[in-house]
């Protein structure tokens, strides 16, 4: 099999070594890929030139496509490519909305019954002011309803932080809903889909905020680990029963089923589970932390979702725990410098995996973004990968190069 995957980051890179990892391809191209991507099978194609990715399959002779990245799922290119004969692992442009619009999955989430955070809807700044200069209720969270690159919420703990956030954010005629504050701890549960049925997979935990003890502003992701023990194996049939399925099968009743990786990002608080919100693709970073875990062939599980056979499949994965931490640049996740050299890869352990999001080759490996590398360990316990991760990261250096040191603290506070 031939595989083409379509994005730049972590998340591809991951995806990319897993199909060849585990004997699901014979060649996997990435476009536009990254540093960590052999030069023989990066392809310098823009992720949203749907024209060049469809000429790309045509001339390597690929099987399937995967698309890493939201925009070009909401802007229509599983649509593109299939109506081309191409088959691709991936929501369609409708069935995307789900992540596209904030608002559109919280109608298909109040209609069929699924449990998220009472929500007001407002069109414009003005009425949106209005409200929140006039409420008592504090912290609020304020959420603008499309795509916004991880900065399209603002969890506001006051009245002046709320309206602050809404003169930098808000623009005159946006769509911007208010929900109602929940407190509990966070956790992410994908799920992948033939359009019927749904399967998931075992829960990790992001860590958002740039500093330790989640201080600081928010990122894409600065690491993960799975499993996140606070989705326990009750919560998690729960989350398929009560959340992943409902959709499932209020998408497809909706005359717009989706097909490839559902993520509901969830906050839990004892027995209470809500949905935060829905991404409707692999997550960065937890899938750097997901597929090495997984018992199996990712392909097959991938062209049982493209072929609607997942019912007759059986989604496990292995007793371990993994850590992914992120070592970003300087600066991020506001302003930072790029093409800066980084050196000692080749003295990493042979069982730590590296997965690049922001680098490039340029006769040396470089820094060419944000989020620059993931490191990741696998081990038997979440203490063993913690220890096995953070003795390896001081061998890797580029200038500014900065990291949380406290990935999976969640977990490992609460242990005896």
């Known amino acids: 099999m031939r595989y083409l995957v379509v994005g730049s980051g972590g998340r591809e890179h991951a995806i990319a070594w897993r199909l060849i990892h585990d004997g699901s391809a014979s060649?996997?191209?990435v476009a536009p890929g990254n540093g960590g991507i052999d030069e023989r099978f990066r392809v310098q194609v823009a992720v949203n030139d749907f024209?060049?990715?469809?000429?790309?399959?045509?001339?390597?002779?690929?099987?399937?496509v995967i698309i890493g990245p939201e925009a070009p799922l909401v802007d229509g290119v599983v649509d593109f490519l299939q109506n081309r004969g191409i088959?691709?692992?991936?929501?369609?442009?409708?069935?995307?909305?789900?992540?596209?619009?904030?608002?559109?999955?919280?109608?298909?989430?109040?209609?069929y019954n699924v449990p998220t955070a009472h929500f007001r809807e407002f069109k414009g700044k003005?009425?949106?002011?209005?409200?929140?200069?006039?409420?008592?209720?504090?912290?609020?969270?304020?959420?603008?309803?499309?795509?916004a690159a991880g900065k399209g919420v603002g969890v506001c703990r006051d009245r002046e932080t709320a309206l602050q956030f809404i003169h930098e954010m808000v623009k005159d005629d946006a769509k911007v809903f208010v929900e109602d504050f929940c407190d509990g701890e966070e956790a992410s549960v994908l799920g992948i889909s033939d359009g019927t049925a749904v399967l998931p997979f075992i829960a990790a935990q992001d860590h958002k905020r740039v500093y330790d003890n989640d201080e600081g502003p928010n990122t894409g992701g600065m690491g993960a680990y799975a499993p996140a023990p606070v989705v326990t194996s009750r919560i998690l049939?729960?989350?398929?029963?009560?959340?992943?399925?409902?959709?499932?099968?209020?998408?497809?009743n909706e005359g717009m089923p989706f097909v490839g990786i559902l993520y509901a990002g969830l906050i839990i608080k004892g027995h209470d589970i809500k949905v935060l919100e829905f991404n409707v693709r692999f997550g960065d970073p937890e899938t750097q932390v997901l597929l090495p875990l997984i018992n199996g062939k990712l392909g097959d599980f991938i062209q049982a979702a493209i072929s609607g056979k997942l019912s007759s499949m059986n989604l496990s994965f292995r007793n371990k725990h993994a850590i992914t931490v992120v070592l970003a640049s300087g600066g991020y996740p506001g302003s930072y410098k790029t093409g800066l050299p980084i050196t000692g890869l080749e003295q990493l352990p042979e069982d730590i995996l590296v997965f690049h999001a922001g680098t490039r080759r340029d006769g040396q490996l470089l820094t060419s973004g944000g989020r620059v590398?993931?490191?990741?360990?696998?081990?038997?316990?979440?203490?063993?990968a913690y220890d096995k991760v953070y003795n390896a990261i001081p061998s890797v250096s580029f200038e500014g190069m900065h990291y949380r040191k406290d990935i999976g603290f969640r977990a490992l506070k609460k242990r005896p």
């Not at 024209?51 to 399937?64: A, G």
């Not at 409200?131 to 609020?140: G, H, K, L, M, R």
């Not at 049939?237 to 497809?252: A, C, S």
């Not at 590398?373 to 038997?380: G, K, M, R, S, V």
């Open 373 to 384: 590398l993931n490191i990741t360990a696998i081990a038997d316990s979440l203490e063993d």
């Open 87 to 111: 088959p691709v692992f991936g929501p369609t442009a409708q069935a995307a909305q789900l992540e596209g619009s904030k608002l559109f999955a919280k109608y298909i989430m109040q209609k």
């Open 51 to 64: 024209e060049s990715l469809y000429t790309i399959c045509k001339q390597k002779n690929i099987d399937i």
């Open 237 to 252: 049939e729960r989350v398929h029963r009560e959340i992943l399925q409902p959709v499932i099968l209020g998408m497809k």
């Open 126 to 147: 003005e009425s949106l002011i209005g409200y929140i200069e006039s409420s008592a209720v504090f912290p609020v969270v304020i959420k603008l309803d499309g795509l």
């Open 27 to 29: 060649e996997v191209y």
